[in-house]
């Protein structure tokens, strides 16, 4: 992403929605300015602002005007008034961080859109994660504060570690998964980041899940039943998992 300096005219409401803090307005230019070493490519400035087609000349020169009076001409807090940001052409590594953080981005082995959990929402007719497994997912920096791949790196060293079987088997037996919620726990508690842990398991046939439930309340967790898929797709491991069902927790 890139900030066209000759449309800029540094209100700074783009400072705010940055998650990570890569945007600033520099003090000498006066213009906002995006610090490349620091963005992710996540698009929420160019996405989360609305955004107007003021002339900056004529922005600039009201602004003026008014500090003479000491008034205020500001736009409103959720616009870019002049519709300063640009897509830029991504070059590694900066393309690969779009793909990890633009939820808007196509991502390459799903060919669809949004940083995919497809393990979780095609389990009803994979049965990947089968009766007595449970699968986890682990997401970093959402909502809105944003990652660094060594953060994923020091959670990754931990659960390899632990034996952990990563994707395409990111799951474990339904004995481990105390053992593993207080792992990701502890090494949360080393990275300066938010960790959101999402479980994967199977419901019984009357589409109730009371195995890993029981677990996780045990350790103070309040559920909030995610999602559960109910075999609609299509079946690519025989007729008896087109009619299992699939509970997500998180």
């Known amino acids: 992403m890139k ?16 998650p990570m803090g890569a945007i600033y307005v520099d003090p000498i230019l006066k213009r906002a300015t995006i610090d490349h070493n620091e963005c992710v490519e996540c698009y929420a400035c160019f996405n989360g602002l609305s955004t107007e087609h003021l002339n900056p000349t004529f922005v600039r020169t009201i602004r003026r005007l008014f500090q003479m009076a000491r008034l205020r001409f500001d ?20 393309v690969v961080r779009r793909a ?7 991502h390459e082995s799903t060919g669809v859109q949004g940083r995919g959990t ?33 953060d994923i790196q020091v959670m990754t060293q931990a659960l390899a ?11 474990v ?9 207080h792992l990701v726990q502890e090494v949360e508690k080393q990275i300066d980041t938010v960790v959101a842990l999402g479980v994967s398991t199977r419901c019984d046939q009357d589409g109730e899940e009371n195995v890993v439930a029981p677990i996780l309340e045990r350790l103070g967790y309040k559920l909030e039943r995610a999602k559960t898929n109910t075999g609609l797709g299509r079946v690519t491991n025989g007729k008896e998992a087109a009619y299992k069902v699939e509970l997500a927790t998180s």
């Open 3 to 18: 900030i066209n300096p000759d449309k800029c005219v540094a209100c700074g409401n783009c400072v705010y929605v940055c």
């Open 75 to 94: 736009p409103e807090p959720d616009v870019c008034p002049t519709a300063a940001f640009e897509p830029d052409e991504l070059v590694w590594p900066r």
């Open 100 to 106: 990890f953080s633009d939820p808007r981005a196509t």
């Open 118 to 150: 497809e393990e979780v929402k095609t389990n009803d007719v994979t049965d990947r994660v089968k009766r007595g497994e449970v699968g986890f997912t682990i997401e970093f920096g959402r909502p809105g504060i944003g990652a660094w791949f060594r």
């Open 161 to 171: 570690i632990a034996k952990v079987p990563f994707e395409k088997k990111n799951k």
């Open 173 to 181: 037996t339904v004995d481990r998964v105390e053992e593993i919620i």
